[in-house]
């Protein structure tokens, strides 16, 4: 872990007692700031550098660095400089390009691998195994996919064959043979005796249920199956046994894409809780450490999310609009475009039968109120050919421009290609049938907005949050606001330079500073 060079003492400042001053004093981070007593004793004011003479000292903070606001351990344990994940948007809109850039910045981020064939996940994997080589800092994203099961187990498989040092679970609802797989495959006994992982395991969670079985060991159940089918050693199992399915839990709250929209201050000591009971009946010797995701877009979101405790952040929504994102211009100039209140829920492509929703860009797209009315027509009817002719109508005109036997027949080419057991289920079971045809929307509606097909923008499907208006209007007017000057790394080193800039302004509140309300803001600026 490289941690911020010791600043050398400058020295001493005059004390200040203005409101301007205090704010500028406040902001020097990387120097020891020292509170002051006034001439008479009442007044507080700040001074930085050497201890001053004069007025009495009443209290020193040491040097405040971005590098130190989450966990230590997370950053030894990865290897960065920085508590900070860029998260794994599906479809590979988080890139290999965004991946590689956040790694060479001492940072961590995900391959977003979900939604993809598996060939393009293998070529992404070949790209960053040959790019990143024996780095520690990078992943790629394992997602649940209860219709494919055959194919997450296929990509687990394959991110243990290239050896992908870090892998993020997401979207489980319970454990499946491939999470497992990930986390037990090449446990040894360390000389320490603790359990050594090759792959470290992230677990995104919203719910403690979720976090429950993540938190606890594999079940043994799984663990036999895998022996039994050769996928791990009888050692392996035992020693998955002894340690947690993943030991970085992201607590993921009001987020884009799939979330139950919980309140992060209400979800992450929630979950914080159920970490240390469970470590304390299992009796875990490593550290597992608790992250926060969802709603994290302006530099008060993310100090405030390590003031709730979390070791790391996640940051998702926000870099869509970062230029190695894999999204279109056009995606791109409408997410700048968005406030906190242009998001609503819609159905999910991957989970459309389970009634599963995830929360999407509403401004200046009609992709929810369509989704939705293609999940009501399943609901409310047994097969396509039960669907009554206006309604149809209606369907084919409005939503899928397309008939339902064109679709089908887009659908039926995909399937073919990709899993021909939907074929067979489709044709015993019409209602499996007229699912995938009006899946067939949902998944092209996000190919559209990333590839920027113009004729469809109104059928956009964007994932986003809330975070992403708090973000464009914390950057307006600064040189963040012009899309060309999104790189991630600058959007990443802006929202935790700002995040230290709060943590410091809120130590000082604490010990009585009369700081001005400037004081808890900072402006984007251009950072090395």
């Known amino acids: 872990m490289s941690v911020p060079a010791t600043a050398h003492a400058a020295p001493a400042a005059p004390a200040v007692f203005t409101a301007a001053g205090i704010a500028d004093r406040a902001r020097r981070l990387r120097e020891p700031v020292h509170i002051v007593a006034g001439p008479t004793g009442r007044e507080l004011g700040l001074a930085t ?18 590098e130190w606001l989450g966990g230590r351990t997370f950053c030894e344990a990865h290897d960065v400089r920085f508590p900070y994940v860029a998260g794994e948007m599906a479809n590979g809109i988080a890139t290999t390009r965004m991946v590689s850039a956040m790694a060479g910045a001492g ?10 064939a598996y060939a393009e996940v293998e070529q992404a994997v070949r790209t960053l195994a040959r790019e ?66 090759r792959t470290r395991m992230f677990a995104k969670v919203s719910r403690p249920e979720v976090a429950e079985r993540f938190l606890s060991p594999a079940p043994a159940a799984l663990l036999g199956r895998l ?43 929630r979950i914080a809780l159920l970490r240390d009971a469970l470590t304390r009946r299992y009796g875990y010797r490593a550290p597992v450490r608790i992250g926060a995701a969802g709603g994290l ?32 211009d056009i995606a791109k100039a409408m997410l700048c475009a968005a406030d906190v209140a242009d998001v609503t829920m819609a159905p999910a492509a991957d989970m ?7 929360q999407v860009l509403s401004r200046g797209t009609m992709f929810a109120q369509r989704a939705a009315r293609l999940y009501a027509a399943y609901r409310a009817h047994g097969s396509l050919e039960e669907i009554p002719r206006q309604l149809r109508a209606s369907i084919e005109r409005d939503v899928l421009r397309a008939t339902f036997d064109e679709v089908w027949q887009r659908t ?17 079971d019409p209602k499996h049938r007229m699912a995938l045809v009006f899946r067939w929307y949902l998944g092209s509606s996000s190919r559209w907005a990333i ?9 956009y499907q964007i994932w986003c949050g809330p975070a992403v208006g708090a973000f464009n209007r914390w950057v307006e007017g600064t040189f963040l606001a012009e899309p060309a000057n999104r790189g991630v790394v600058q959007i990443a080193l802006n929202l935790l330079e700002g995040a230290a800039v709060l943590t410091r302004a809120h130590q000082l509140r604490t010990c009585g500073v009369p700081l001005p309300a400037d004081a808890f803001g900072y402006t984007p600026r251009v950072l090395a």
């Open 49 to 66: 550098g050497a201890v001053p003479d004069g007025g009495p000292v009443l209290g020193t903070l040491p040097p405040l660095y971005p």
């Open 107 to 116: 940072m961590l981020g995900f391959f977003g691998a979900g939604g993809l």
């Open 132 to 197: 990143l080589g024996p780095r520690p800092n990078w992943g790629v994203n394992l997602i649940h996919s209860p219709a494919e099961p055959a194919l997450e187990f296929r990509v687990a498989k394959l991110l243990l064959h290239h050896g992908v040092p870090r892998v993020s679970a997401s979207a489980y609802m319970e454990l499946t043979p491939a999470v497992v797989l990930c986390s037990a495959r090449g446990l040894r006994r360390g000389a320490d005796g603790r359990v050594v992982r």
């Open 227 to 269: 022996v039994a089918e050769g996928e791990l050693t009888p050692h392996e199992a035992a020693l998955a046994a002894e340690v947690p399915v993943a030991e970085d839990i992201t607590v993921e709250a009001d987020s884009g894409g799939h979330t139950d929209n919980r309140p992060l201050p209400a979800l992450l000591p």
């Open 297 to 328: 877009g302006t530099p008060d979101a993310v100090a405030a999310a390590f003031a709730l405790g979390a070791a790391y952040v996640v940051v998702g929504s926000v870099h869509q609009t970062a230029v190695e994102a894999g999204m279109s």
């Open 352 to 358: 459309f039968e389970l009634g599963v929703r995830l």
């Open 412 to 428: 039926r080419t995909f399937w073919e290609r990709r899993d021909p057991s939907e074929i067979t289920r489709a044709k015993a």
């Open 451 to 459: 590839a920027g097909d113009a004729s469809r923008r109104a059928d």
